[in-house]
């Protein structure tokens, strides 16, 4: 079983950055594939970022050129740097390991954008 553990979310204004991390409890590079989801109140979630054990990467249009998904496997991490902030990313940000049938959720991290 892979424990997933957020941090760095938080009140910004608009227009401003955070950078989210996630720190599995044992080795993701190899196989896993990496994503962060988010949750708006009374929205579905909904995929906002992806990066495979290889290195590609893949973006939910809204967030495109503004937020960039990275990984330190030596670290267990994945990263999300979140730019150019808008009111509308509010939401929890939940990290989420996949390989083959194993898929392992983090306790997510809320971010919030308001002036």
């Known amino acids: 079983q892979v424990q997933l553990v957020e941090s760095g979310g938080g009140l910004v204004q608009p227009g401003g950055s955070l950078r989210l991390s996630c720190v599995a409890s044992q080795n993701i590079g190899s196989s896993y594939s990496m994503g962060w989801y988010r949750q708006a109140p009374r929205e579905q979630r909904e995929l906002v970022a992806a990066?495979?054990?290889?290195?590609?990467?893949n973006y939910v249009d809204s967030v495109k050129g503004r937020f960039t998904i990275s990984r330190d496997n030596a670290k267990n991490t994945v990263y999300l740097q979140m730019n150019s902030l808008k009111p509308d990313d509010t939401a929890v940000y939940y990290c989420?390991?996949?390989?083959?049938?194993?898929?392992?959720w983090g306790q997510g991290t809320q971010v919030t954008v308001s002036s």
């Open positions: 989420n390991a996949h390989w083959g049938p194993y898929n392992y």
């Open positions: 990066i495979t054990s290889r290195g590609g990467t």
